[in-house]
């Protein structure tokens, strides 16, 4: 057995699942691989390479309007990840499901079509203080094109947001709350069900950032009500490029377009253009076809794990990992919510981020450091930058013990 693994909760054999991530076999810098930068991107099982591959090598066509063979395999392949997701997210129907590049795409494409038609001069926009920058810049932008205003729901010392406050900042003129489900910097998991709740009843629309929340929760975006849910494939194990926006369809189908050409067209004269029907409206142009059948073969394979399985294992790795830095003199966590994703955030009194990251990855440990998309959570904490360990369930205790062994280590060369 590999020396980075060791106990796992009954049932759970991580050594296994290691094995269909062919990336997580390998040393760097001489030493085995200890993947902990999963919140910047997920590896890849080898199942996704292969479904990838098979376009390639077998499929390759493109989809919707070939008659051929290939083009009706490609077709067939695509469309297929849309209901697998459909049955991942809990969706009513799979024209509800549209295919993006990522949740930055997602959410930009909701600011520039409903967001463009719907938001008039004085309406507000809530944010909170834990937001990547992709979902604050797109509302920030909206709101300097119309004239509305953009609020922000604070975050207290533990990292969680402030109920009472956002509460106060709900009023008529608010059309939207747009939150993170889990906070990539911290790994609060925000209340999003009670909080989409008070955005309903204040008569505002609520856009869900789903980023970090789809490789690590089950996600019911009808039990959530959300109005709208965006995710990235490659956090959920699937391939770069390749993301999915939910919308209800009665929102979807009264929001115009966003980006015109080919596939969101049902006739095109000089005189006049008609739309195609969800999802396709919103589709234009030859989308990525390998990442969309990647990212189904990414649904299939958590979903034969099991998501509830995946978020106690990583709950556990969380306990595991809270406690082993927490012995660590002059380490601090940011971000100690009482509901978190197995995401670690922490400072080293008197040692930058990056000069911790440069000497981890020397002994083969990669994680992020930096300000992690998120400049005002680092603002309100005053610190310009952490260092994070974010989890998957593929990582292991052992591979919490070589971070916390590594960490004394960048302690002694610094010191
Ligand atoms: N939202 C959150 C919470 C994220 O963590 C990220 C990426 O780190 C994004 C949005 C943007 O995702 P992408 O770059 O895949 O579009």
Redesign the pocket.
Same mark, same amino acid.
Not at 101 to 105: C, I, K, P, V
């Given at each position: 057995m590999n020396a980075l693994i060791n106990t796992a909760p009954a049932g759970f054999d991580v050594a296994k699942i290691r094995q269909d991530f062919p990336v997580l076999k390998q040393k760097v810098h001489g030493k085995p691989l200890v993947y902990l930068d999963n !919140? !910047?991107t997920a590896q890849k099982p080898q199942s996704v390479i292969d479904a990838i591959r098979h376009f390639y090598e077998v499929d390759c066509a493109n989809i919707h309007r070939g008659v051929h063979e290939l083009s009706q395999r490609s077709t067939a392949a695509y469309e297929q990840t849309r209901g697998k997701v459909r049955q991942f997210l809990n969706a009513r129907t799979k024209n509800e499901l549209i295919f993006v590049?990522? !949740?930055?795409?997602g959410i930009n494409l909701v600011s520039q079509t409903w967001g463009r038609k719907c938001v008039k001069e004085g309406d507000e926009i809530i944010v909170s203080g834990l937001e990547?920058h992709?979902?604050i810049v797109p509302w920030q932008m909206l709101c300097e094109e119309k004239g509305a205003k953009l609020r922000v729901i604070p975050v207290n010392d533990s990292g969680e947001l402030i109920l009472e406050e956002y509460e106060k900042l709900l009023n008529p003129r608010t059309k939207l709350l747009a939150v993170?489900h889990?906070?990539?910097a911290l790994g609060t998991i925000n209340p999003i069900r009670q909080m989409i709740d008070m955005a309903h009843k204040a008569g505002a629309l609520a856009l869900i950032?789903g980023?970090?929340a789809a490789p690590h929760l089950k996600i019911d975006v009808q039990a959530l009500d959300a109005d709208f849910y965006a995710l990235?494939g490659?956090?959920a194990f699937g391939p770069t490029g390749i993301?999915i926006l939910y919308g209800k369809s009665k929102l979807l189908n009264a929001m115009p377009p966003w980006q015109g050409g080919g596939d969101m067209i049902r006739t095109v004269t000089f005189e006049k253009t008609t739309y195609n029907e969800l999802p396709y409206k919103f589709e234009a142009g030859t989308p990525h076809i390998a990442g969309g059948i990647g990212l189904g073969a990414a649904v299939d394979y958590v979903t034969a794990i099991g998501m509830d399985r995946i978020a106690a294992y990583e709950h556990e790795l969380l306990v595991y990992a809270t406690a082993a830095l927490s012995q660590i003199p002059g380490l601090r966590i940011i971000g100690t919510a009482r509901e978190k994703a197995a995401v670690v955030s922490f400072v080293i009194e008197g040692i930058h981020p990056h000069d911790i990251g440069t000497v981890l990855d020397r002994m083969g440990i990669a994680v992020r450091t930096g300000h992690h998309?998120a400049q005002p959570i680092m603002d309100r904490f005053q610190v310009p930058a952490t260092t994070r360990a974010s989890l998957a369930f593929y990582n292991t205790t052992a591979e919490i013990d070589a971070l916390a062994a590594g960490l004394q280590k960048v302690k002694e060369v610094f010191s």
């Open positions: !919140a !910047a590049r990522g !949740a930055t795409e990547h992709s979902n993170g889990v906070s990539n950032d980023a970090q990235s490659h956090k993301g998309c």
